[in-house]
């Protein structure tokens, strides 16, 4: 029986002006500020919560009755808002 060729495949390299080593390579580190806030608006918001359910809605500010869900909802979104610049 005849044995069948073997096709060699070619080796694709990217285009010269697009690389996407040589864009990350480019791109700064974030500082560490970044990560050290997102972290604590998480923290701070989840505890703006616990101590408005705890204490049945008489803290952090009773006035504010339903705005304290959404400081502590907020504080969480804004942590977000800041981790997707983390690189």
């Known amino acids: 029986m005849p044995k069948s060729q073997v096709r060699k495949k070619k080796v694709y390299t990217p285009p010269t002006d697009v690389r996407p080593a040589a864009a990350a390579a480019s791109k700064k580190p974030s500082p560490t500020w970044l990560p050290v806030t997102a972290v604590a608006l998480i923290v701070v918001g989840i505890a703006w919560l616990v101590v408005y359910y705890l204490s ?18 907020g504080c969480m979104v804004a942590s977000l808002g800041i981790l997707s610049r983390w690189r």
């Open 56 to 73: 049945s809605q008489r803290w952090p500010v009773e006035s504010w009755s339903y705005w304290n869900l959404a400081i502590g909802f």
